[in-house]
T-cell receptor, first 114, second 109 residues
Framework: DSGVTQTPKHLITATGQRVTLRCSPR?????VYWYQQSLDQGLQFLIQ???????AKGNILERFSAQQFPDLHSELNLSSLELGDSALYFC?????????????FGSGTRLTVV | QQPVQSPQAVILREGEDAVINCSSS?????VHWYRQKHGEAPVFLMI?????EQKGHEKISASFNEKKQQSSLYLTASQLSYSGTYFC??????????FGTGTRLQVFP
C-alpha cells in the first residue's frame, strides 16, 4: 500500500456519461497530480493541485475538470465520455509542489467507456 | 516537450548490465526516474536535482548531464525483479513533471 488511495479501481460506463474519480493523498502530502495512461502508452500529465489551489495544467480536455478539497482529497470529473477516454487514470501525491520530491502513485482507476 | 528515451526496449539475461537514456530538447531543472510493472502503479526510484549529480539505489544508479540536457539510468547485475517499464520524468521550470516515452526492460533467467 503506497498510502495514496484511489477509488473506484474499475469503472465501466457508456459514451456520453459522466464519472468522478477520487483520490486521497498520502498523509502529509499537499500536492496531488492526475495522469492518464492509455493502453501501452506513457503517462500524460493532466493537472496538479497544491493545498487546494490549481498549480499546473497539462493537456487536459475541457470535458475534464478537477478539484482539491480542504481535506486534501481530490476528484477528477470526466464528462461527455468518448471511447478514446478509456485509460488508466493515476493520482499521485508529494510533499512539495516544486517537483523536488518523488511522487507516490495510487494504484489507479481503470476506466472503460463502451 | 516530452523527453525521448532510448532504447525503446531491452532484453537481458540475469546478471547483465543496461543503460537507459533520457534526452530533452529544453534545459532541465531536474530529472526523476520511475519503474512501472505491468498493471501496477509507477514506483519512484530517484531524483537528480543538479547537473552532474549521480545517485544510487541498490544496483541502480543515475547521472544527470545538465549541459547535454540528458540523464542516464544504469542497471548493473540485473535481477528478474528489474523487469518493467522505466520512465524518466523531466521538470523544466518546477511547475510540472513530464514523463518520457518509456523503456521496456525484460530480464530472463
Amino acid at each position: 500500500d503506497s498510502g495514496v488511495t484511489q477509488t473506484p479501481k474499475h469503472l465501466i460506463t457508456a459514451t456520453g456519461q459522466r464519472v468522478t474519480l477520487r483520490c486521497s493523498p498520502r498523509s502529509g502530502d499537499l500536492s496531488v497530480y492526475w495522469y492518464q495512461q492509455s493502453l501501452d502508452q506513457g503517462l500524460q500529465f493532466l493537472i496538479q493541485y497544491y493545498n487546494g489551489e490549481e498549480r499546473a495544467k497539462g493537456n487536459i480536455l475541457e470535458r475534464f475538470s478537477a478539484q482539491q478539497f480542504p481535506d486534501l482529497h481530490s476528484e477528477l470529473n470526466l464528462s461527455s465520455l468518448e471511447l478514446g477516454d478509456s485509460a488508466l487514470y493515476f493520482c499521485a501525491s508529494s510533499v512539495d509542489p516544486g517537483q523536488i520530491d518523488g511522487y507516490t502513485f495510487g494504484s489507479g482507476t481503470r476506466l472503460t467507456v463502451v | 516537450q516530452q523527453p525521448v528515451q532510448s532504447p525503446q526496449a531491452v532484453i537481458l539475461r540475469e546478471g547483465e548490465d543496461a543503460v537507459i537514456n533520457c534526452s530533452s530538447s529544453k534545459a532541465l531543472y531536474s530529472v526523476h526516474w520511475y519503474r512501472q510493472k505491468h498493471g501496477e502503479a509507477p514506483v519512484f526510484l530517484m531524483i537528480l536535482l543538479k547537473g552532474g549529480e549521480q545517485k544510487g539505489h541498490e544496483k541502480i544508479s543515475a547521472s544527470f548531464n545538465e549541459k547535454k540536457q540528458q540523464s542516464s539510468l544504469y542497471l548493473t547485475a540485473s535481477q528478474l525483479s528489474y523487469s518493467g517499464t522505466y520512465f524518466c520524468g523531466t521538470v523544466y521550470n518546477t511547475d510540472k513533471l513530464i514523463f518520457g516515452t518509456g523503456t521496456r526492460l525484460q530480464v530472463f533467467p
